[in-house]
C-alpha cells in the first residue's frame, strides 16, 4: 500500500475536520504552553498548530509563533490570524538548525504514523536551540482508547465512538512515549500524567482507581522535554 502524500493527507484536515467536534479544551492548552515557562520576546516554533489556537495564546504572553501544519486550511487559517504560516509535514521542516527558542507539539503526535515519529521529533530537536524547551501533549491513552471505542459499542452516546476521533494513529503508552522520546536524544524534564475523565466508561467504578493506576487511566500526558 503507498504511503500516502502531503497533498492527500491535507484533504483529510480541511474545513469540516477544523470546524468539527474537536476536543480543543483553554486548560490544556494553558497547562501545556506552561511548560515552556517565560516566553516573553522568544520565538516559538507551534508544530501541528491546527487553527492557531496555542499560537494565539503564545501571543498574548509575548512570544513569536510560528505556524506549521500539514493542513493547506490550517496554514492558512493561521496565515488570517498575521501569523508567520507554513504547510509541511512534521518530519521534515524547512527551518535552519537552532532556530527556535522552544517548541509547542500539542495534540499532534498522535496524529503521525509510528514510523514516523522519532523522525519528528529529531527535526524539532534540529531546529530548536540547545536551550529551548519543547512542550508535548498528547490524549487519550492507549488504554483509553481501546475501552472508549469498546463503550461506544454499547452506549452510542458515549464520549469517544468509534470513528469519531478521525485521525489518531499513534495513540500512546506512557512507556512507548518515553521510549521514543529517549530515541530522539530529548531528556525529559517533567513527564504529567492526567486524571481519569469524569465521563469517562465506567467512571464510577474506574474514577477512584485513577490515582493508583494513572498510567494507565489517565487521559493526558504532559511533556516537557530538551535537547541531551
Not at 78 to 95: A, G, I, K, M, W
Request: aromatic share 10%; with cysteine; hydrophobic share 40%.
Amino acid at each position: 500500500m503507498k504511503k500516502a502524500t502531503l497533498s492527500e493527507v491535507s484533504k483529510f484536515y480541511d474545513h469540516d475536520y477544523f470546524r468539527g467536534s474537536r476536543d480543543i479544551s483553554l486548560s490544556r492548552i494553558k497547562r501545556t504552553v506552561h511548560l515552556l515557562g517565560d516566553v516573553k520576546g522568544k520565538l516559538i516554533l507551534d508544530l501541528g498548530c491546527g487553527t492557531g489556537e496555542g499560537s494565539l495564546l503564545l501571543r498574548s504572553l509575548g512570544a513569536k509563533a510560528t505556524c506549521v501544519d500539514i493542513s493547506k486550511f490550517a496554514a492558512s487559517a493561521c496565515r488570517d490570524l498575521n501569523f508567520n504560516s507554513v504547510q509541511s509535514t512534521t518530519h521534515f521542516l524547512p527551518f535552519r538548525e537552532k532556530s527556535f527558542d522552544g517548541a509547542l507539539f500539542m495534540d499532534v503526535i498522535e496524529h503521525i504514523p509510528k514510523h514516523l515519529v522519532v523522525r519528528t521529533l529529531l527535526e524539532i530537536r534540529r531546529v530548536t536551540k540547545p536551550s529551548g524547551k519543547i512542550a508535548i501533549h498528547t490524549m487519550p491513552t492507549l488504554f483509553l482508547e481501546k475501552l472508549s471505542a469498546v463503550y461506544g459499542l454499547i452506549n452510542k452516546r458515549h464520549w469517544r465512538r468509534w470513528g469519531t476521533q478521525g485521525g489518531h494513529v499513534n495513540t500512546y503508552t506512557v512507556w512507548r512515549l518515553k521510549r521514543d522520546l529517549m530515541l530522539a536524544r530529548l531528556r525529559i524534564t517533567k513527564f504529567e500524567i492526567g486524571p481519569y475523565p469524569s465521563n469517562g466508561p465506567f467512571s464510577k467504578i474506574l474514577t477512584p482507581c485513577g490515582d493508583r493506576l494513572r498510567a494507565f487511566l489517565g487521559n493526558d500526558l504532559w511533556v516537557c522535554c530538551a535537547s541531551k
